[in-house]
Structure formats: structure tokens, C-alpha cells
């Protein structure tokens, strides 16, 4: 029964490892929203700093964007401007956009302060 037990853990294991996705970024920072930028046009449409200035994808970049072509923009700029309002403490997950290098923002946590 014991072998059984293992066995039958063993493949569970196996299982959910081989259906995993690994994600991974190139900055994960947390910190304030210190200034928000919008401009007109699909490229950089939604820009964010955060409070210190840090980098935020691995190289000197110190801000992240959204396109307005990016699947749910709606919802990344209302959390992030409420984050904002609130003074709210974010954890900005973004990656180098391949072309430009600039950070591309990819997932957006928010906390309450």
C-alpha cells in the first residue's frame, strides 16, 4: 500500500512539474507609483515610474510601459492609478521589450499601504 501511496505521489508530481509554465522576468520591483505618463498613440501609451527611480527590467531603464494594444490596458491603468491615488505599495513585474529595450510591463500587483 505504501508503494502504491508513493507511486501515485510520484505521478502527481510529475504531472503538475510538466504542466507548469515557467515564468520568468527581467525586473520584479516593489515600491510607489511616483508618476504616471499617458500620451496618444499605440507605442508607450501608459508609463509609469516609481518613487526612488529604481530600474526596473535588469538595465538602466526607469520606467515601464503598457501598449494600448495590450489585453486588459483598461484594467492595468485604472489598478495602477488607483495604486497611485492611494499611495498604495505596487510590485511591478516587466520584461525588455526585444526591439527597443525599454521595460514592458507584464503583471501589476498591488497592496494596500
Given at each position: 500500500m505504501k508503494h502504491m501511496n508513493a507511486?501515485?505521489?510520484?505521478?502527481?508530481?510529475l504531472a503538475l512539474l510538466a504542466?507548469?509554465?515557467?515564468?520568468a522576468?527581467?525586473?520584479t520591483v516593489t515600491g510607489v507609483i511616483r508618476r504616471a505618463d499617458v500620451t496618444d498613440g499605440p507605442n508607450y501609451a501608459f508609463r509609469i515610474e516609481l518613487q526612488g527611480v529604481?530600474?526596473?527590467c535588469g538595465n538602466a531603464n526607469t520606467w515601464a510601459f503598457i501598449d494600448s494594444t495590450t489585453a486588459n490596458y483598461n484594467v492595468?491603468?485604472?489598478s495602477i492609478l488607483a495604486a497611485?491615488?492611494?499611495g498604495d505599495t505596487v510590485v511591478v513585474y516587466s520584461n525588455r521589450d526585444a526591439t527597443t529595450g525599454y521595460c514592458?510591463?507584464?503583471?501589476i500587483s498591488t497592496?494596500?499601504?
Open positions: 507511486s501515485r505521489t510520484i505521478g502527481l508530481t504542466t507548469s509554465q515557467a515564468v522576468w527581467d525586473g529604481p530600474q526596473l492595468y491603468v485604472a497611485k491615488a492611494a514592458r510591463i507584464g503583471y497592496n494596500a499601504s
